[in-house]
T-cell receptor
């Protein structure tokens, strides 16, 4: 059973804290993604990685950074958390077969910044 | 600017009827369009995709239609069941790029 695992289901952090969201996949996928999901806005891509140490900005990268030191792990970093970063964060992975469009998602991390 | 997945936010359908969920897009450079289903408390799950050079693709109880003339995508679910209750997202993958861009989603509610 393929799996994308996010380290926390719920997190509460204070404004200004540095926050790490961790994601691990066991499918040996090259691609990994971080999205945030907000009501009425759908899923918006924050960052994308297509290989170890490689990253590409998504649609809303401001206030975030990422790290991919190993193929199976993709971390999202909030350098200084703010209340407008309260959201559901979803990690996903996919392989690089040209025909493949299926991304596998984790269960999500609901982050509240107070 | 470009956008994908302009959905109606909610749709209610009687159990046993067919459901049609619609999506509009503006980017003609996409090579695939994809539908995902998100049940409560879970991440989205892949349902079906369609390549941009096709206009119809069928799966088990689902059919996706692509109309490139009006940049419209639809997901048809036959004989809707309670387990079909979820939020449905259309997504696109731009040609030559692995990124998936999602729309805003439609919440499908099944009426018993």
């Amino acid at each position: 059973d393929v799996k994308v695992t996010q380290s926390s289901r719920y997190l509460v952090k204070r404004t200004g804290e540095k926050v790490f969201l961790e994601c691990v996949q066991d499918m040996d996928h090259e691609n990994m993604f971080w999205y945030r999901q907000d009501p009425g806005l759908g899923l918006r891509l924050i960052y994308f990685s297509y290989d170890v140490k490689m990253k590409e900005k998504g649609d809303i990268p401001e206030g975030y950074s990422v790290s991919r030191e190993k193929k199976e792990r993709f971390s999202l970093i909030l350098e200084s958390a703010s209340t407008n970063q309260t959201s559901m964060y979803l990690c996903a992975s996919s392989d690089q077969t040209g025909r493949n469009t299926e991304a596998f998602f984790g269960q999500g991390t609901r982050l509240t910044v107070v | 600017g470009e956008s994908v997945g302009l959905h109606l936010p909610t749709l209610s359908v009687q159990e046993g009827d067919n459901s049609i969920i619609n999506c509009a897009y503006s980017n003609s450079a996409s090579d695939y369009f994809i539908w995902y289903k998100q049940e409560s408390g879970k991440g989205p799950q892949f349902i079906i995709d369609i390549r941009s050079n096709m206009d119809k693709r069928q799966g088990q109880r689902v059919t996706v239609l692509l109309n490139k003339t009006v940049k419209h995508l639809s997901l048809q679910i036959a004989a809707t069941q309670p387990g079909d209750s979820a939020v449905y997202f259309c997504a696109e993958r731009k040609g030559g790029n692995e990124k998936l861009t999602f729309g805003t989603g439609t919440r499908l509610t099944i009426i018993p």
